[in-house]
């Protein structure tokens, strides 16, 4: 079965710092990794994916993610945090060669970049 | 449409009515999912449609929960005798057959069981 883990409910920054927030994926095979974003009232929205390629992956509004095969994570970064970006930040792995194409989503992890 | 569109946005139901939920998915996705969000938690997976396959229900928390996808596009998630437990963000994805562009996902109804 696929898991994801966000280890940290909640990630505070203040604005202009680099921010982190984590992602580990368990998987028997090749993962499709992906972060979405949730603003309040909304549905998710797509920052970026990790098919196959390049690790480092760069996405929406300045956001990039590492996948880290060894490590089995996949980060999502970002250089120089907003204000705005505060938000419910998801990641989410599937399986299509062999498993299934139904993606397993982590907790979530509410960012809160301060002014 | 441009989008994953879901109705009603809101719906306040007595506890044991019977609710009907709404997906219209972006045209051409032959992949369809539904997610439950309750409050502070994740999503949870409910059902899979893939074009004409068998859907994937082993999400389903109960036989009052049922979905449906007519012509193999819009979508619509049944829950019947609701439960005040039922009370989340029902959330409607839509993808490629291949998934390799990732899932659009609709803005989600907010069902409030009363």
């Known amino acids: 079965a696929q898991s994801v883990a966000q280890p940290e409910d909640q990630v505070n920054v203040a604005e202009g710092n680099p921010l982190t927030v984590k992602c580990t994926y368990s998987?028997?095979?090749?993962?499709?990794l992906f972060w979405y974003v949730q603003y309040p009232n909304r549905g998710l929205q797509f920052l970026l994916k990790y098919i196959t390629g390049d690790n480092l992956v760069k996405g929406s509004y300045g956001f990039e993610a590492e996948f880290n095969k060894s490590q089995t994570s996949f980060h999502l970064k970002k250089p120089s945090a907003l204000v705005s970006d505060s938000a419910l930040y998801f990641c989410?792995?599937?399986?299509?060669?062999?498993?299934?194409?139904?993606?397993?989503f982590g907790r979530g992890t509410s960012l809160i970049v301060h002014p | 449409g441009a989008g994953v569109s879901q109705s009603p946005s809101n719906k306040v139901t007595e506890k044991g009515k019977d609710v009907e939920l709404r997906c219209d998915p972006i045209?051409?996705?032959?992949?369809l999912y539904w997610y439950r969000q309750s409050l502070g938690q994740g999503l949870e997976f409910l059902i899979y449609f893939q074009g004409n396959s068998a859907p994937d229900k082993s999400g389903l928390p109960s036989d009052r929960f049922s979905a449906e996808r007519t012509g193999g596009s819009v979508s619509t998630l049944t829950i019947q005798r609701t439960q005040q437990e039922d009370s989340a963000v029902y959330l409607c994805a839509s993808s490629s057959p291949d998934n390799r562009n990732g899932y659009t996902f609709g803005s989600g109804t907010r069902l409030t069981v009363v």
């Open positions: 998987v028997s095979g090749n993962p499709y």
């Open positions: 989410a792995v599937s399986v299509p060669a062999g498993g299934s194409y139904i993606p397993t």
């Open positions: 045209s051409g996705h032959t992949a």
